[in-house]
């Protein structure tokens, strides 16, 4: 686990491109800007080229897109393979609405992403994996969480982070789970949204996605764990804001020293 990699984004603060949804697009910046990077978000085609060139990384969310949005997004992602940029995708709710499955579905197909990070309603979606997700929501599944991972990754060549109580990150073959948690993450709606930029973030810095992932995923959810635990009253109002001062305050030691993973 590359935890240093937090000093390595506070030294380069990479300019990390976010197609948002406009439900959390405020957090997503604020939160990763408070972190040490860049954030700038667009939703027009015709500077696409213009975006993908000066970032370092591209966080495609699916969260809300319209139809001319969509159009953006496959030329997006065209750039980014044609310019090397790594590509995070947020497939929302792909587990509960067929047509976003279908786009999603066919997104994946076209372009190489270097990684997708869902909820596990979602990461079995794309998988095919048979699950009931709900709305935004994991839902509910009885398959190996472990091996659904893995499927998506192996089917897709890219690093998988699959969020839950307990976050799994997988690169088809090697495995690694982190158990920091708070249960007010659920309470607080773009929580997973913040942690796919934040991936995002750090897949700019660190040319071993799996790598990359890994940190993030750590980062935040210790981050989280640290506000909830020093909360009087652990509400989910006083959250969101408190978390966004976190990844702003957090530093490595802090990291290792709370840090649960195998
Ligand atoms: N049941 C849970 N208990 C504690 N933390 C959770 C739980 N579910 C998700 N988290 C945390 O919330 C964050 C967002 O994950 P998740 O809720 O799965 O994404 P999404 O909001 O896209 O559904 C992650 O950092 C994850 O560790
Ligand atoms: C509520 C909602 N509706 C469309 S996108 C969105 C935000 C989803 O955020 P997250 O998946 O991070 O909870
Ligand atoms: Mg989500």
Request: proline share 2%; hydrophobic share 45%.
């Given at each position: 686990?590359?935890?240093d990699l937090?000093?390595?984004?506070?030294?380069?603060?990479?300019?990390?491109?976010?197609?948002?949804?406009?439900?959390?697009?405020?957090d997503v910046a604020n939160g990763i800007n408070a972190l040490g990077a860049s954030p700038i978000m667009s939703e027009e085609k015709n500077e696409a080229e213009a975006m993908v060139k000066m970032a370092n990384s591209v966080t495609i969310n699916l969260g809300a897109f319209t139809e001319q949005q969509l159009t953006q997004i496959d030329t997006v992602m065209t750039f980014a393979n044609q310019y090397h940029k790594p590509i995070v995708v947020d497939p929302v709710a792909v587990g509960a609405v067929q047509y976003r499955l279908e786009r999603c579905n066919e997104l994946?197909?076209?372009?190489?992403?270097?990684?997708?990070?869902?909820?596990?309603?979602?990461i079995a979606a794309l998988a095919g994996v048979e699950w009931h997700a709900k709305g935004i929501d994991a839902g509910e599944g009885a398959g190996d969480l472990v091996e659904i991972a893995k499927k998506l990754a192996n089917k897709y060549n890219c690093t998988v982070v699959e969020s839950g109580k307990t976050d799994i990150i997988t690169n088809g073959d090697a495995v690694v789970k982190v158990f920091n948690e708070s249960d007010l993450f659920k309470l607080h709606v773009g929580s997973g949204d913040m942690l796919s930029s934040t991936i995002g973030c750090f897949v700019g810095v660190e040319d071993d996605y799996f790598e990359a992932a890994q940190t993030a995923v750590v980062i935040f959810d210790v981050a989280g764990e640290v506000v909830a635990k020093a909360m009087d009253k652990p509400l989910a109002g006083s959250f969101g804001p408190q978390l966004i001062d976190e990844l702003h305050l957090i530093d490595t030691k802090t990291v290792e020293k709370y840090a649960n993973f195998e």
């Amino acid at each position: 686990m590359k935890i240093d990699l937090l000093n390595t984004l506070r030294e380069k603060n990479p300019i990390a491109f976010n197609i948002s949804n406009f439900v959390t697009v405020q957090d997503v910046a604020n939160g990763i800007n408070a972190l040490g990077a860049s954030p700038i978000m667009s939703e027009e085609k015709n500077e696409a080229e213009a975006m993908v060139k000066m970032a370092n990384s591209v966080t495609i969310n699916l969260g809300a897109f319209t139809e001319q949005q969509l159009t953006q997004i496959d030329t997006v992602m065209t750039f980014a393979n044609q310019y090397h940029k790594p590509i995070v995708v947020d497939p929302v709710a792909v587990g509960a609405v067929q047509y976003r499955l279908e786009r999603c579905n066919e997104l994946l197909a076209q372009k190489q992403v270097s990684v997708i990070r869902g909820n596990a309603g979602e990461i079995a979606a794309l998988a095919g994996v048979e699950w009931h997700a709900k709305g935004i929501d994991a839902g509910e599944g009885a398959g190996d969480l472990v091996e659904i991972a893995k499927k998506l990754a192996n089917k897709y060549n890219c690093t998988v982070v699959e969020s839950g109580k307990t976050d799994i990150i997988t690169n088809g073959d090697a495995v690694v789970k982190v158990f920091n948690e708070s249960d007010l993450f659920k309470l607080h709606v773009g929580s997973g949204d913040m942690l796919s930029s934040t991936i995002g973030c750090f897949v700019g810095v660190e040319d071993d996605y799996f790598e990359a992932a890994q940190t993030a995923v750590v980062i935040f959810d210790v981050a989280g764990e640290v506000v909830a635990k020093a909360m009087d009253k652990p509400l989910a109002g006083s959250f969101g804001p408190q978390l966004i001062d976190e990844l702003h305050l957090i530093d490595t030691k802090t990291v290792e020293k709370y840090a649960n993973f195998e």
